[in-house]
Structure formats: structure tokens, C-alpha cells
């Protein structure tokens, strides 16, 4: 089973159980970590404290290990809050990457609904299985080893998301396969792709709109309240647009 590790500073460790965990302020003992049953406090060797919390879905797609690149809570939160996605929607998306999106859909449609991934790497589909069982995310999920530019086999689902080089190739299939007020979303680091997409982009679609969202942290203290210095940069564009007949 994850956990997450919050030391002192609020600095962040996705463990498993079982484990000493080395960090730079002391180790923290699996015994003393198995003593916490769900939540809790402990010490370091070093008598610095931790906090022990079960991981959301959120911190383990921020914490955990990334060879591809995903789609973050910042924008699955816009995905899922802008389509209305929730407990038994049918969700199809591609592709499925190490399942950074995937974990979040699933969890918005569990546990009535259901989310087929389509992947044509199979490295990545393991990855992406790995990630979705430590979550007790499996049984919303389904991958399929298949292009999307080759069909889509589902039918009345609602809301496709698309997040591949070439969104436009599965405009076609998307179209057959959304049920009518079913939503379209494509993510693109670039804009040469959103317009692309949007430019082919039958009238059968309407409500049509790209958004890119910008999240700016503050510092709050008794000191002084201002923004922070650092912020996320650019992620993606967010196209959706929504089938009308
Ligand atoms: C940027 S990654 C997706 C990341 C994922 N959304 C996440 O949050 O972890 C793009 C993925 O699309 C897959 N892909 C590329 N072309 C595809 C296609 N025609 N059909 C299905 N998957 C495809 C790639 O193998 C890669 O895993």
C-alpha cells in the first residue's frame, strides 16, 4: 500500500510500506511507520517529525515516478469540472501515457462508470496498469493495445479525451462513438495543434473553446502576502467542444 510522507518543511514522499525511508532530515522506520494505521505522526532517527497520510489520487500523480509526460491535476481538475463528468459516466481517452489523467478520470467516474484508454505502447500500458492498481483504480479502468486513429469500438460514451500528437485524426471516430451532448476534450502543449483541431472540427460540434489555465500561488504569512516567486509554466491548451446532433 502507498503512503505519503510529509516531513517538517512539507517536503513530500510517496513510500511503500515495508521500507526505512532515507531522507535528508533522519530515516524514518518501517516499524514505526507500520505502527500508523491511517494517519499519523512519527519521528526520525533524528527526532524530526513527520506526518503520515493516505495519498488521493493527487499526490500520487504528483509524487510519483514520471517517464512520460502527464497530464496534471491542474488540468484533469479543468477536464473533469468543465464536463461534469461523475459516478457512472463512460469516459474514453488516448493515450493512456503512465495513466497521470487516467487515475483522476477514474476516479471521478467510480463507482459507477468506467474508463477505456486506448495505447499503442505497450511499455507504457504497463506502466499505466501499475499505476491504476496501486490506487485501487482497476476495475474503473480498461486499456486497450489500439490506435485511436484506427476507431474507437465504444458507443454513447461521455466525453472523450484526447491527448496524442494528432487529436485531429480522431475527430471522425469521436463523433460516431459520443453520445449527443457528449463532450470532446483535446490537450495540446502547442498551438499549432489546437488549431488544427479546431480548424477540423465538423458543425456537429458546438460550444467550442480553448483555454489555457494559468494558476498563480500567493504566500501567506503575518510578514507580508504576495505572489510567488515561482510558478508552474506553460502545460497545455484545453479544447472542448461538445456534440449536438
Ligand atoms: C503525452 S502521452 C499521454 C499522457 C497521459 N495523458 C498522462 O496523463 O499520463 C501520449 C501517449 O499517447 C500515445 N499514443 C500516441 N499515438 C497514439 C494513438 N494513435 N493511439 C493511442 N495512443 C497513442 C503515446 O504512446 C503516449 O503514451
Same mark, same amino acid.
Given at each position: 500500500?502507498?503512503r ?7 517536503n ?46 493527487v499526490d500520487?500523480?504528483e509524487?510519483?515516478?514520471?517517464? /512520460?509526460q502527464?497530464?496534471?491535476p @491542474?488540468?484533469? %481538475?479543468?477536464? $473533469?469540472?468543465?464536463?461534469? &463528468?461523475?459516478?457512472? *459516466? ?17 476516479? /471521478?467516474?467510480?463507482?459507477?462508470? @468506467?474508463?477505456v %484508454?486506448?495505447? $499503442?505502447?505497450?511499455?507504457? &500500458?504497463?506502466?499505466? *496498469? ?7 483504480l482497476?476495475?474503473?479502468?480498461e ?15 461521455d466525453? $472523450? ?47 467550442v ?10 504566500e ?26
Amino acid at each position: 500500500m502507498k503512503r505519503l510522507l510529509i516531513d517538517y518543511k512539507g517536503n513530500r514522499y510517496l513510500i511503500d510500506e515495508g521500507r526505512d525511508i532515507h531522507t535528508k532530515y533522519g530515516v524514518v522506520k518501517k516499524e514505526d511507520l507500520a505502527k500508523v494505521k491511517h494517519s499519523g505522526a512519527v519521528k526520525s532517527h533524528l527526532g524530526k517529525d513527520f506526518f503520515v497520510v493516505e495519498p488521493t489520487v493527487v499526490d500520487y500523480v504528483e509524487e510519483m515516478r514520471k517517464p /512520460a509526460q502527464v497530464v496534471y491535476p @491542474k488540468d484533469s %481538475s479543468m477536464i $473533469i469540472g468543465l464536463t461534469g &463528468i461523475g459516478s457512472g *459516466s463512460l469516459v474514453v481517452e488516448a493515450g493512456v501515457g503512465v495513466a497521470g489523467l487516467t487515475m483522476a478520470l477514474a476516479n /471521478a467516474v467510480r463507482p459507477e462508470g @468506467k474508463v477505456v %484508454s486506448y495505447e $499503442i505502447r505497450e511499455d507504457h &500500458i504497463n506502466a499505466a *496498469s501499475k499505476n491504476l492498481a496501486a490506487m485501487g483504480l482497476s476495475k474503473y479502468s480498461e486499456i486497450k493495445n489500439k490506435s485511436i486513429y484506427d476507431g474507437i469500438d465504444e458507443q454513447n460514451v461521455d466525453m $472523450i479525451v484526447l491527448d496524442l500528437g494528432e487529436p485531429w485524426l480522431a475527430i471522425g471516430h469521436a463523433l460516431k462513438a459520443l453520445k449527443v451532448g457528449g463532450h470532446l476534450v483535446s490537450y495540446s502543449p502547442s498551438v499549432e495543434q489546437v488549431k488544427k483541431f479546431v480548424l477540423a472540427l465538423p458543425k456537429d460540434f458546438r460550444e467550442v473553446r480553448t483555454i489555457e489555465f494559468i494558476l498563480r500561488e500567493w504566500e501567506v504569512s503575518s510578514e507580508r502576502m504576495r505572489p510567488n516567486t515561482r510558478m508552474i509554466g506553460h502545460t497545455g491548451f484545453l479544447t472542448f467542444a461538445r456534440k449536438v446532433c
